[in-house]
């Protein structure tokens, strides 16, 4: 009879794993998301600076939010409304840095400046609605 009077274990609900995954540290992550910016606007003249370790930098953090995704997507939970936003943010943000490692490249023509700033403000846009979405889940 002392089982009954224990209460039931709870786990982790759903929201809160996928806010714990959102908010793990990881430095391999924060080195590259330092890189990508270095690369976005560096000199003085707001060209973009492509360098492999910038277009591997990119790599990296398109890789790691799109693990982040995947772990996300199979959570259960209740609060569905913003486990999509954040899935749809962090799919806008993996997009714009897509746009960004395409227009590097071009770097040198106003076209490519134009790509380069575009990317930049969806990668902001996309930064702003995850937070916003990581709200939600708490």
Do not use: C, W
């Not at 000199?43 to 492509?50: E, K, L, R």
């Not at 996300?72 to 714009?96: G, H, M, N």
């Not at 590097?104 to 403000?121: F, M, Q, W, Y």
């Not at 995850?130 to 889940?137: F, N, T, V």
Request: no cysteine; net charge positive.
């Amino acid at each position: 009879m002392g089982s009954l009077n224990k209460p039931p274990k709870i786990g982790k609900s759903g929201a809160r794993k996928i806010a714990d995954i959102l908010d793990d540290p990881d430095k391999d992550l924060t080195k590259a998301m330092t890189t990508v910016g270095k690369g976005f606007f560096e000199d003085a003249n707001q060209s973009a600076t492509v360098t492999k370790s910038t277009i591997k930098a990119i790599g990296t953090v398109r890789a790691h939010y799109q693990s982040m995704s995947r772990r996300i997507d199979k959570i259960t939970t209740p609060r569905k409304e913003a486990k999509s936003d954040v899935l749809d943010a962090l799919k806008r943000f993996d997009s714009s840095l897509k746009a960004y490692a395409k227009a590097l490249p071009e770097e040198g023509s106003a076209d490519g400046v134009a790509k380069l700033r575009t990317a930049a403000r969806k990668a902001a846009t996309a930064s702003s609605d995850l937070e916003k979405a990581r709200s939600k889940l708490t």
